[in-house]
């Protein structure tokens, strides 16, 4: 009851729209194969199969179906995305003291100050720092292997707490302890954190500053699932700024993050830039668009394509008036347009609009012409 509905359904659809010869003897009888193997008899689900139609001319412009040329064409592929601009975890500096004390002053004292190396950060009291100045003096006075070996064994602990070669070197002038040693910058970059306050007294385990060179930034990108195989490392990039867009920052992908997400179905992709003019900050948006050229490829219109879940197929024009179903298999997405990897050539015809209707009526004579081939006594040759 339900099929026989359904063929009412679509038969009162396409009323005075498609005509075709008497199911047993149609122009395709006995060859119901199309040139891309779709047919009743395939492999495919009996309601998923489709044959060849005829649309009568007069009748085409009625229902506006309109074809379109299958073109061969020079294709470059742009990937447009926006990016988050980030520190270079690379040229990132975690200042650390290597011994217990007070801090008495605070030099870099804001986070988002430039600094260079060699630029003092803070002054410490420290005890131990007293005691091990004043027992290289005394030795240094003692003098004699004895003096010199212990000596050299309190300079090479002061170097060993990080006292900066500096510091050694005034109190190797002068010869006088001094209450508080200066600690400065290894790094050059601006202060991305500060910990240190006056008069705080601090351990090796404290994360003191973290300072980031600038000059050189990374740009993280999100890009969709299926663009991820366009993208390589190494690629070159266009970044603009969004209320700039003369600004163009040239840059390279770096560095493909090894997952999907699941949640959105994207992935990271990491671009390294030169910023030595200070133009990008870290954790602003910017626009990115990469460009890839595929050389010669066949394109036709998306809006040619019927997705069936299983396959992708389009009406292919096989005469004024003859339309056959073909299985593709499509590429990249360019515009509006697909990349035809297999099933159509260069210079065929096929359908972009009213495709639809006559999709439904191939798979409906396709299911007509399965059911009467398996009944007896089909179209009117009943055995006697």
């Known amino acids: 009851m339900y099929r026989f509905l359904f063929c009412l359904f679509f038969l009162f659809l396409n009323v005075g729209i498609l005509a075709q010869?008497?199911?047993?003897?149609?122009?395709?009888?006995?060859?119901?194969?199309?040139?891309?193997?779709?047919?009743?008899?395939?492999?495919?689900?009996?309601?998923?199969a489709r044959i060849p139609v005829n649309v009568p001319i007069e009748q085409q412009t009625r229902i506006g179906l309109k074809v379109t040329r299958v073109e061969k064409r020079d294709v470059v592929r742009t990937i447009r995305t926006i990016g988050t601009v980030?520190?270079?975890?690379?040229?990132?500096?975690?200042?650390?003291?290597?011994?217990?004390?007070?801090?008495?002053k605070v030099y870099a004292d804001y986070v988002g100050r430039r600094i260079q190396k060699g630029d003092p950060l803070f002054d410490l009291y420290s005890p131990d720092l007293i005691s091990?100045?004043?027992?290289?003096?005394?030795?240094?006075?003692?003098?004699?292997?004895?003096?010199?070996?212990?000596?050299?064994a309190a300079l090479d602990r002061l170097l060993l707490w990080?006292?900066?070669?500096?510091?050694?070197?005034?109190?190797?002038t002068s010869g006088k302890v001094k209450s508080s040693v200066t600690?400065?910058?290894?790094?050059?970059?601006?202060?991305?954190?500060?910990?240190?306050?006056?008069?705080?007294?601090?351990?090796?385990?404290?994360?003191?500053?973290?300072i980031d060179n600038l000059a050189h930034l990374w740009v993280v990108v999100t890009l969709y699932e299926y663009d991820v195989s366009a993208v390589s490392v190494g690629d070159e990039v266009e970044i603009r700024l969004?209320?700039?867009?003369?600004v163009v920052i040239k840059g390279k992908i770096n560095y493909l993050f090894p997952e999907i997400e699941a949640e959105t179905r994207t992935a990271k992709a990491r671009i390294e830039i030169d910023n030595t003019n200070q133009n990008l900050k870290p954790r602003m948006f910017v626009d990115v668009e990469l460009k890839k050229d595929m050389g010669m490829s066949l394109l036709i219109p998306e809006d040619a394509v019927i997705d069936t879940g299983t396959r992708k197929i389009v009406f292919v024009k096989t005469g004024p008036s003859s339309f056959n179903p073909r299985k593709i298999t499509v590429g990249p997405r360019i515009g509006n347009e697909v990349v035809i990897l297999s099933g159509?050539?260069?210079?065929?015809?096929?359908?972009?609009?009213?495709?639809?209707?006559?999709?439904?009526?191939?798979?409906?004579?396709?299911?007509?012409?399965?059911?009467?081939?398996t009944k007896p006594g089909h179209s009117g040759h009943s055995p006697k």
């Open 132 to 152: 091990t100045q004043a027992e290289y003096l005394e030795a240094r006075k003692q003098g004699g292997t004895t003096g010199q070996e212990i000596a050299r």
């Open 242 to 246: 969004p209320y700039d867009p003369d």
């Open 344 to 373: 159509i050539k260069e210079g065929e015809e096929v359908v972009t609009s009213a495709h639809f209707l006559i999709d439904a009526e191939s798979k409906l004579r396709a299911v007509l012409q399965t059911d009467g081939a």
């Open 21 to 48: 010869p008497h199911g047993g003897h149609n122009v395709n009888s006995g060859n119901t194969e199309t040139d891309s193997g779709l047919s009743p008899q395939s492999s495919q689900p009996k309601n998923d």
């Open 162 to 172: 990080g006292v900066p070669p500096s510091e050694i070197n005034k109190l190797k």
């Open 183 to 210: 600690f400065v910058s290894l790094a050059d970059g601006f202060i991305a954190s500060k910990k240190v306050v006056n008069g705080m007294y601090i351990t090796p385990d404290m994360d003191l500053y973290q």
């Open 86 to 104: 980030t520190a270079d975890q690379t040229k990132e500096y975690h200042f650390h003291i290597k011994i217990n004390g007070w801090v008495e």
